[in-house]
Each structure stands twice: as C-alpha cells, then as structure tokens.
C-alpha cells in the first residue's frame, strides 16, 4: 500500500495523468491494415489503442503485429495485409484501468507498461495514462515531500 502522505501528493498532480481519448491516436478494429501501417508510421506511437464504432477499448496494435504478417519464406510484401483488417492481428489479452482504480493497481500496472488504457465501467475508452506522466509526478513527489510534510526516519523516532 502506498503511503498516505506520497499518495495525496500524487494525487495533486493527477489532472495531468490521463491523456484524454480525444488526443489520442486510435483506430477501429475494422481499419484495413493498410491503414494501420501508415497511421503508425506516421506518429511513431509504439502502440495504438484499437476500438469499436461505439468507442469500446477492444485491442491494441504494433508495427511487429502489422510486420509479422508482411513476412514470407524469403522477402517482404505488402500484398498479405491488403485484404487484412485491424482486428486480424491486434492483441486482445492486455492490461487495462478503470478511472475508478486505486493507484497501487495502476503503479503495479505500469511497470511492465510503457502505458495503459483507461476505460469507464463500460468499457468506453477514456484516454492512456503514460509511465512518462506518473514519472513526472514522482519527480514532483521527490523534490517537494519535505516541503509539505515533516519526514523523520523511523529508526530516530523509535530511539526517543
């Protein structure tokens, strides 16, 4: 469990967290492929959320998904994903938090994710919250834990 003073700190910086849907680069599960490739090329996200025409989170995609599927005994074609959509080659089985998550789920999340899907009840996609942001606020939380809060090793305290 996270201590309760670092936890409100961070929960001070938690507007700048989420990265709402509207600013994120996504797809639909029914895109070809094709599409897919260029949209990644273009802005170099190492994945994509990939959702249905109601906005529900349903996959997620990446240039080695597309690749993979572009490689032949012995060289390289375009021709295997032009009859292939999105939802062909996008992963299903990935982590994903809801707004209402406590932070130790999302933190334990976040290591083995550069970042993660944030989904309502629903499972309305709502936007990613990055490693890159929650670093930031622990960077915050570092800097200035000893300008809001009295911090006494535990080992002095005991001896008194």
């Known amino acids: 469990m996270i201590a309760k003073s670092i936890e409100e700190m961070l929960l001070k910086k938690q507007t700048g967290f989420l990265i709402p849907a509207d600013r994120v ?3 639909q599960a029914t895109n070809p492929l094709t599409h897919a490739f260029m949209l990644l090329t273009k802005v170099r996200y190492s994945k994509i ?3 249905d025409t109601a906005s529900h989170l349903t996959g997620l995609l990446t240039m080695p998904m597309i690749t993979e599927s572009m ?3 012995e060289e390289l074609s375009f ?3 032009a009859e292939m959509t999105v939802q062909d080659v996008m992963q299903t089985d990935f982590d994903t938090i809801k707004v209402t998550d406590d932070m130790d789920l999302t933190l334990h999340l976040l290591v083995d994710n550069p970042f993660l899907p944030v989904v309502d009840e629903k499972n309305i996609f709502q936007g990613i919250l990055t490693r890159r942001e929650m670093m930031k606020a622990f960077n915050y939380v570092a800097h200035n834990i000893e300008q809001e809060y009295e ?3 535990k080992e002095a ?3 008194n």
């Open 25 to 27: 680069a996504t797809l």
């Open 49 to 51: 959320p990939v959702l």
């Open 71 to 73: 490689l032949g005994l």
């Open 79 to 81: 021709d295997p994903i």
């Open 151 to 153: 911090v006494v090793a």
């Open 157 to 159: 305290t005991e001896k």
